[in-house]
């Protein structure tokens, strides 16, 4: 069993940045974010690697949002740059098998979910 423990997250203009961490109890493969706003389906952002390179990025996010990672601390980051409204969201962090299977919803294990909240 893996736990993962996000933080970071809260109400930010659009425009803004905010940060997101998520720890893992215990080293994992691929993590990463999805998300899932009010009335939608829980949707892929990011995931990346255990080596940090590659990473894959939903098309909405690209340019805009980065993670990275510390495996020392088996830790994931995500800074969140440009914020827009349609960003607000319920963000989870999720660990995987593989990356594929991560953007494919083939996802081992969840977080608890952080609020982000983007005003216009």
């Known amino acids: 069993q893996v736990h993962l423990v996000e933080s970071g997250g809260g109400l930010v203009q659009a425009g803004g940045s905010l940060s997101l961490t998520c720890t893992a109890s215990?080293?994992?493969?691929?993590m990463g974010w999805y998300r899932q706003s009010p009335g939608k389906e829980r949707e892929f952002v990011v995931g990346v690697g255990y080596n940090g390179d590659n990473p894959v990025y939903a098309d909405s996010v690209k340019g805009r949002f980065t993670i990275s990672r510390d495996n020392a601390k088996n830790m994931v980051f995500l800074q969140m740059n440009a914020l827009k409204p349609e960003d607000t969201a319920v963000y989870y962090c999720?660990?995987?098998?593989?990356?594929?299977?991560?953007?494919?919803?083939?996802?081992?294990?969840w977080g608890q979910g952080t609020h982000v909240t983007v005003s216009s």
């Open positions: 215990w080293a994992v493969y691929a």
């Open positions: 999720a660990t995987a098998g593989r990356i594929d299977t991560m953007v494919n919803g083939e996802i081992d294990y």
